[in-house]
């Protein structure tokens, strides 16, 4: 969108010049009104893009409020064009959202963001009316992050109502929110939200910087953003957490890491990310922290398995055989006596297979997924056992790894441990246990270079915090964690203070 000529004071000029630059769209609403009495009235258009505002607020407290003004003013002239349009916007329209615009590109956008336009014969200004409206997804329950205890709530694909959930639960003054538009063409609109007070200047000043640089036609969902801004694009890992919990977007603000919300997607993006928070779900702060601290041990410990089981299984089987109990190795041999592939072919063929029938569930009409699911996991492993082609403790195996890699809270962080499956397996396939702890390391190493807006990703193990313990692994009760995040929370590190008890 092109073009900041200024409005011009003629009323069939502009609306000319808007349906112009719109390409004469048939749902351009424009609605013409005239008030007063024939020779000394004044002419309106209002102009709307069908579906993307509430018409029926329109008629009510635009339209209707116009009318009866005019009906109000009997016999007097209108002359003074000036301060009629001053007295419309502050005391005849019934809205919220009002303010005089003097340009086309101004006017053009508030047609495309949802607003209404309010034109006057004779006026080289126009006011813009916020009215969004439409058909709107509701809020429901989370898809991808649910909970058996928390809320129910997910964001929807508008900003403003993803806006308005955070602010029912951090009910704050300081907690502030920018908007900006990103997308030459798209015009999406992006706000940041952190609490004042809390959050990290150097690192919101950064925040600020990446999305100012961002240059380009579209933005259509928190993906893009996602990788403008990332510190590393070339990397597995993901460093950028992107929720569809309000709840968990408002514990990220108190801790003083920084929000994105983006128009027109349910998922908000959280910076700085850290590795252990990909392993942390909302549920953990809602039950009791033995509970946690028991369920956060087992995502590492599902972390192991979806990661190195094949890998270490392939090794094992090829180059380390002496490492297996006498009697485990020969039902072992017996199973793979009639398999023709080696460990580390076979494991690719299972691993590859499952992560097909796993794509083809997410792609298929949900009303054949399940049957797809059924038929891929039961018939076919059934058949490939039965026929020679797998033995079963690769089926086995490869079952337990697929199921370990569902326990990762954050799908994002599950993604990048299935890639480097493969990786490993064949490191263990080349040169068995070396192969693994090379691996190993290098991978350490990888992680340990990542940062997150100038954040260290592995904090804080590496480096090493020892005050940031308590929320790491172990999750310790809300009493004891009287302090935020060294690394997020500098300005305002106390979040809880203890008050002595009345004596009895």
């Known amino acids: 969108m092109t073009g900041s000529a200024n409005l011009e004071?003629?009323?069939?000029?502009n609306v000319a010049s808007i349906q112009e630059r719109t390409g004469n769209s048939d749902d351009l609403v424009v609605r013409d009104i005239g008030i007063g009495t024939e020779g000394a009235g004044i002419d309106f258009a209002i102009l709307y893009f069908e579906g993307l505002t509430e018409e029926k607020s329109i008629n009510q407290f635009?339209?209707?409020?116009?009318?009866?003004?005019?009906a109000t003013r009997g016999e007097h002239p209108l002359t003074d064009v000036h301060m009629l349009m001053d007295r419309l916007r502050k005391s005849v329209f019934a809205v919220g959202q009002i303010e005089a615009i003097n340009d086309l590109a101004a006017a053009l956008d508030a047609l495309m963001s949802g607003g209404v336009l309010v034109l006057c014969d004779g006026y080289a200004q126009g006011?813009?009316?916020?009215?969004?409206?439409?058909?709107?997804r509701a809020v429901t329950e989370p898809t991808n992050q649910s909970v058996i205890r928390g809320p129910k709530e997910s964001f929807t694909e508008n900003i403003r109502v993803n806006s308005a959930l955070i602010r029912r639960i951090i009910k704050v003054p300081n907690l502030v929110l920018h908007n900006r538009k990103l997308g030459k063409e798209t015009r999406t609109n992006v706000s940041i939200m952190y609490i004042q007070g809390i959050v990290d200047p150097t690192a919101l000043s950064e925040v600020g910087k990446r999305l100012g640089s961002i240059d380009t036609d579209a933005i259509l969902e928190s993906g893009y953003i996602e990788e403008f801004?990332?510190?590393?694009?070339?990397?597995?890992?993901?460093t950028v957490l992107n929720t569809e919990r309000p709840d968990t977007v408002a514990a990220a603000l108190l801790e003083g890491r920084i929000a994105i919300l983006i128009d027109g997607t349910p998922h908000v993006l959280l910076v700085p990310a850290l590795f252990v928070q990909f392993f942390q779900a909302s549920e953990d702060y809602y039950q009791r922290a033995d509970?946690?601290?028991?369920?956060?041990a087992l995502r590492y410990f599902g972390l192991f398995i979806a990661t190195l089981v094949p890998a270490l299984y392939v090794a094992i089987t090829t180059y380390h055989q002496e490492m297996i109990p006498t009697q485990l190795l020969i039902s072992l041999a017996a199973q793979r006596e009639g398999v023709p592939f080696p460990a580390f072919v076979e494991a690719i063929i299972m691993e590859a297979t499952y992560e097909i029938l796993r794509e083809a569930g997410v792609r298929m009409p949900r009303a054949v997924g399940q049957a797809v699911s059924i038929v891929g996991t039961l018939v076919i492993g059934q058949a490939a056992v039965e026929a020679g082609i797998i033995s079963a403790s690769m089926i086995i195996v490869v079952s337990i790894t697929a199921i370990s890699s569902y326990i990762i809270p954050v799908f994002d962080m599950s993604i990048a441990v299935r890639i480097t499956r493969f990786l490993f397996m064949g490191l263990a396939a080349a040169f068995g246990m070396f192969g693994i702890f090379v691996g190993m390391c290098a991978m350490l190493l990888h992680l340990s270079s990542l940062r997150s807006f100038g954040v260290p990703y592995m904090a804080p193990v590496g480096p090493f915090v020892l005050s940031d313990q308590k929320d790491v692994i172990l999750r310790v009760p809300h009493r004891s964690m009287k302090t935020r995040p060294s690394l997020f929370g500098k300005l305002n590190p106390i979040r809880t203070r203890r008050k002595d008890r009345d004596q009895p």
Do not use: C, H, V, W
């Open 9 to 13: 004071s003629s009323l069939k000029a």
């Open 62 to 70: 635009i339209i209707e409020p116009l009318l009866n003004f005019g």
């Open 127 to 136: 006011l813009r009316i916020s009215m969004a409206g439409g058909e709107q």
């Open 229 to 238: 801004i990332q510190d590393e694009p070339y990397t597995i890992f993901p």
């Open 291 to 296: 509970i946690s601290t028991l369920l956060r």
